[in-house]
């Protein structure tokens, strides 16, 4: 599921200090500038409309994505939005020296306008660009001389003077699109997968036709691909990994024949088309997985001993730096026990390096926080002290490199030769991502490289000598700058500052502050929340718009830029707010662990909890807060309807899943264990069983052709609404995945929420008076 979430971004942030229960560790400060984060100063200019917040440009600023450096440093590529059409995307560069800007492959000239298969499409929705147009990806050759570009379904080779070549002939040809496609790491190769096989070819001057390394690929045999939980769930997106020298290639054979046939029917507008979909739901099985190890031709394959136990994930595969050997993650069903093996690719034995084991009522999260160094020894995160963090595994011994009651987030690069780990983590405010260093020969002295009252991202180049920095605040949308390995400001990228000419610039006037403060669970931690208000009136009550998501994995409240859309409504005069719950992630185990086989509990109680404070404010209507969610927070709403009545005035569910069992194995048994072993946790965490209960209006939300939660979801709870004759209000979205947004219909399912939400929280009508009881009548005797 990872953390759908509608329209309003789900690093949500705000302006105001921490709060006063936060204890701050000590830390060393790298010198920075401090020029940046002022406050916005106000000028005139008119509030928001709804189709502004949607239109072109984009209010944000324009976003470059995909930042990279060439192998030489010289150029930083990116992938840009246009300002007349914010979903299409172009690749440009950028010289690092002068910072001049040229565009390198116009997709609107170069692209061909194919219709992309479905495989393509899946994978799109499950790298969250399903409304992407145009270059959605690429990848620079180890030359630097030349960029692998995908487009339309086909592969295309651009050169730094501007010359495109096509490599393929795919979805216009009628052989199906080349996915996964990448340039080997000596630059010898392209490859691709096509009609769920591997093709290689060669980029030498005798270069010919690609040519398939494995051939059996058919029906519910997939090679070379990341199956459906692991690119839903596992964030892994391939299915076959190059070795550093270009010799050998290991490759996943998955055959999905063993999983559940759902059959998806995606309605359009125009015609309906069904899918016989192999959706791995909880508690069924999951594809059968095996991993080869062959040369670019596809001959000499080698299997890899992945242990006797065949219902198991296969995580991660890397190359050991020189190539002689694999390094695999191999979780297990119930994914409390994480094995790391080191492979013989010559033979295909694999050893245990070691095993990661979750606690009893608790999993383990996987994570790309990891690197194998040159000299053997391993830098991993691992959350074994209750909290993530980085950890160096040598000669067979463990060293902590940083520790405390706060989490590192990501592995950002390592200087080898000086002995520097730069990382992303929380240390100095769980609601600001700062960039890190600590040398691995002093452990837990920490550097912190960026400045406080943002929250911050960044990419390294392999030499680990410079940054590519993101970061955004409250009131500053996303910037992006060249760093140096001190953390310093060597060039703007994307300055993206709002002064006259950026698109917010004229809504200025009505940005409103967001503030932060703390409330106290039922057990007593800490929730954090966030709030954003109109101009407030003396003894003016005002409705609120109440946000969750509420699911693991996530962490919605932070010092980041929120877009537009908060603002847009509390320039319609609704208080915004959210909180975030226990389970969410970025606060240690035991804070995330409270939802093992129970959700739709100390979710919907530490929501609740949101709810009571919000009602002690004077300037808070009690009887108008209304409350919306998507996918999880869809699923959210819901249960808060169900198990807290009278205490919402409304609630907007979107694509939610309303039976657990419907949801796929990964996701849902990790948190929730296997349905065959704990029933009696998923009929608890159902919210179909219960729909009889609400009695609250409710907007019950979904596209039509969602292959993620399936619709099934929202049918059935709306069949059982209807059975019981229990009133709500339904939006379906012909032809809409699992989002539902882009030109038109983003304005369009917004306008029908707002408008719910005019009709029954809003404009509520008072409640009428009760009048006092009457006097008790005096007994009369009996004759």
Known sequence: MRAWLLGLALASTGTAAMAADQVVPPTTTAPVQAETLAPVPPIEGGDLTLARVFGNPDLSGQQPRSLRLSPDGSLLTSLRNRADDKERFDLWATDTATGAERMLVDSGKVGSGAELSEAEKMQRERARIGGSKGIVAYDWSSDG????????????????????????????????????????????????????NLYVQSLGPNAGAAKAAT?????????????????????????????????????????????????????????????????????????????????????????????????????????????????????????????????????????????????EKSWLNLTDAYQIMRDGSLIWRSERSGYGHLYRFAAGKWTQLTKGDWVVTGLVGIDEGKRRIFFTGTRDDVLEQHLYSVDIAKPNDITRLTERGATYSATMDGTATRFVVSRSSPTQPTQVYLA???????????????????????????HQQTTFGTIKAADGSTLHWEMITPPLEPGRKYPVFFQHYGGPHSQQVTRGWQGPLPQFLVDQGYIF?????????????????QIYHAMGTVEVADQLAGADYLKTLPFVDPAKIATYGWSYGGYM??????????????AVS????????????????????????????????????????????????????????????????????????????MMFYPGYTHRVSGPGVSQHLWGTILSFLERTVKNKPEAAAVPPPAAPVPATPAP
């Open 637 to 650: 709403s819901i249960k808060m309807l169900e198990k807290t009545p009278g205490v919402y005035a409304a």
């Open 654 to 729: 979107g694509a939610p899943v309303t039976e657990w069992t419907l949801y796929d194995t990964h996701y849902t048994e990790r948190y929730m264990g296997d349905p065959r072993l704990d029933p009696a946790a998923y009929a608890a965490s159902a919210a179909v069983a219960d729909a009889a209960k609400i009695r609250d209006p409710l907007l019950l939300i979904h596209g039509m052709a969602d292959d993620n939660v399936f619709l099934d979801n929202s049918t059935a709870f709306a069949a059982e609404m209807q059975k019981t004759a229990t009133p709500f209000e």
């Open 577 to 593: 707010f959210q909180i975030d719950n226990r389970g969410s992630i970025n606060r240690g185990k035991a804070f995330e662990d």
């Open 484 to 510: 140096d390995a001190g953390g310093k400001r060597v060039r703007w990228i994307n300055e993206n500052a709002v002064v006259a000419g950026h698109p917010y610039f004229p809504y200025l006037a009505s």
């Open 215 to 359: 051939t059996d690929g058919a029906g519910t045999v997939h090679w070379g691909e990341a199956e459906f939980v692991a690119q839903e769930e596992m964030d892994r997106s391939t299915g076959y990994w190059w070795s550093p020298d270009d010799r050998y290639i290991a490759v996943e054979r998955f055959d999905e024949a063993p999983v559940h046939v759902a059959t998806r029917a995606a309605i359009g507008a125009t015609g309906t088309r069904v899918y016989e979909q192999r959706y791995p739901a909880a508690g069924t099985p999951n594809v059968l997985v095996d991993l080869y190890v062959m040369k670019p031709d596809g001959t000499g394959q080698v299997k890899v001993n992945l242990g006797a136990e065949r219902d198991i994930y296969l995580a991660r595969v890397d190359w050991t730096p020189d190539g002689s050997g694999l390094l695999i993650q191999r979780q297990s069903r119930d994914q409390k026990r994480m094995d790391v093996l080191r492979v013989d690719p010559a033979t295909g034995k694999s050893t245990i390096l070691f095993t990661e084991r979750a606690g």
């Open 145 to 196: 001389k030349s960029i692998l570009v995908p487009l339309d379904g086909d592969l295309f080779l651009a050169t730094l003077d501007g010359n495109v070549r096509k490599l393929t002939q795919g979805a216009d040809g009628g052989a199906g699109g080349a996915l996964n496609p990448v340039v080997s790491p000596r630059g010898g190769f392209v490859s691709y997968v096509r009609n769920q």
